[in-house]
């Protein structure tokens, strides 16, 4: 446990360093708030003194930005040889993975702290729902997990950071979007298939207040699925 | 800590890098990898620290198996790899600390270490810079520095001293000298002179075999076989002497080495050796003789002879 909070501070300390950390966290705080209070469909829009607004946008800002944040973690130490550095330490690959995940859903978290003046501003023009308010974001903690252990998966299988990114986008893609657009056309046995792999039915009904223990063994088991393949890339890296 | 390995074999593709490696290391000793480029020094010693697995055999660090227990193992081990990868984006003494830190040194004792290995590899001047500003020369002593961190029992350090000027590499020769009384240590290296100078052993590897181990002495007396001297005469004609040599009964082979000065390389036959009989030659026909040396076989010869194919 120890091991990993060190890893976990060094990745940290990385984003921070390489100004990785504070680009993510303007741009993020930029596009949510621009969308959110200025333009388009935004709150006064809408005219009802809850964060939906905010969640959906959130939730499409991260299915892009979080690729960005993982997919140096681990190619870059597979191309600069680090990885073996840190393998030959008294360590295991599964902490290394559970580090760096960690890391990266520590800023994402760090990123969605910054939005609580949203929460403070919006519950003193209404009366809001602090249960949907709670688990809206617990839904947002939820989809970057699972993004982060897509994009430290497919930061595992490459030394190249954009392949990492383009790779974790694509996979992403169908959580975000094309599983649901399947389900929409499908029936039968595919289609409660398709619409269970969609991130949106799990993601909308947590927004509205309502934890499901479906939900979250959804979310708990995409993140597992994408941690365990990464540990598994690493191992296959040393038996090669 | 004793090394041991039995047997390892590791294949990448059809090629075989390990081939049915057997070795003991004992505490206290420096033994030293010599071999081509491609030969599988680098493959055993990545096996040793549990970063590759190989395909069968076993290794032993004191009483624990890297196979099944490499978590223990490794903290025994400090290894500098090829290349010396680093995290450049760090300053210095936050990558030592971050290393001490993973090797499990407890924390009031994380500042004492860094500043210990910081002062042994000479790299005070440096401690605050970022590792990507620092020169090849003291990359590869923050490297050795993260190796030293945990005071390993066992050190594998593979090409220690590439890209260090020759100040440096005398310095890190000493230093792996002075660590080697009491630890075990493997290095690997391409430069002769180095593994002669620091090791107590060398192990020559080619093709994934060890095909020579022993002391640099011993390697020496395994290639020579037979006596070579090397002989000036003067005082007398080219011809005659080399017509005068090569009777010897003792003499396998004459050669001449340098023409201008009348030097010739003598070879005698296994186990004899010439040198009364040159004397005495020169003796009776009147020649002076201003040169009688032994000509040792270097550690370059018997690398070529063993590595050399054909």
Known sequence: MKEIWIITKRELQAYFDSLMAYILLILFLGFSGFFTWIYGSDIFFVKQANLQVFFNIAYWTLFFFIPALTMRLLSEENRSGTIELLLTKPISEWQVIVAKFLAALLLIVAALFLTLPYYITVSSLGNIDNGAVFSGYLALILVSGMYIAIGLFTSSVTNNQIVAYLLALSIGIFFQIIFQMLSTNLTGILGGITDYLSINSHFDSMTRGVIDSRDLVYFFSVMLLGLVFSESMLMKKRSV | ?310
């Open chain 2, 1 to 310: 800590m004793d090394i041991v390995i039995e047997n390892m074999t590791k294949t990448y593709g059809r090629q075989k890098a390990v081939d049915n490696i057997s070795l003991q290391v004992k505490t206290g000793e420096v033994l030293g990898f010599l071999g081509p480029n491609g030969a599988g020094k680098t493959t055993t010693m990545k096996a040793i620290t549990s970063f590759l697995i190989p395909d069968s055999g076993k290794i032993f660090i004191g009483n624990i198996s890297v196979n099944d227990n490499p978590q223990e193992a490794k903290k025994n081990i400090g290894y500098l790899p090829e290349n010396n990868p680093l995290y450049e984006d760090m300053p210095v003494i936050d990558y030592l600390q971050f290393c001490a830190g993973i090797e499990g040194v407890a924390k009031d004792k994380i500042n004492d270490k860094v500043r210990e290995v910081i002062q042994t590899c000479g790299i005070t001047r440096e401690k605050h810079k970022k590792i990507s500003e620092l020169s090849k020369g003291y990359k590869q002593r923050v490297g050795l520095a993260q190796a030293l961190i945990h005071d390993p029992e066992v050190l594998i350090l593979d090409e220690p001293t590439t890209g260090l000027d020759p100040n440096q590499i005398v310095e890190i020769r000493e230093l792996i000298k002075k660590i080697g009384k009491e630890k075990t240590v493997i290095l690997s290296s391409h430069i002769l002179a180095e593994v002669e100078a620091t090791c107590d052993r060398i192990m020559i590897i080619n093709k994934g075999k060890i095909v020579a181990d022993g002391t640099a002495e011993e390697l020496r007396g395994q290639a020579q076989g037979s006596e070579m001297l090397k002989v000036t005469i003067e005082d007398g004609s080219l011809d005659e002497i080399f017509k005068g040599l090569q009777l010897l009964n003792t003499v396998e082979l004459v050669d001449f080495a340098d023409k201008s000065t009348q030097t010739f390389q003598v070879k005698s036959k296994p186990g004899q050796s010439s040198r009364r009989e040159v004397f005495n030659l020169c003796v009776k026909n009147g020649w002076t003789l201003t040169q009688l040396t032994f000509v040792e076989t270097r550690l370059e010869d018997i690398f070529r002879e063993l590595t050399l194919e054909n």
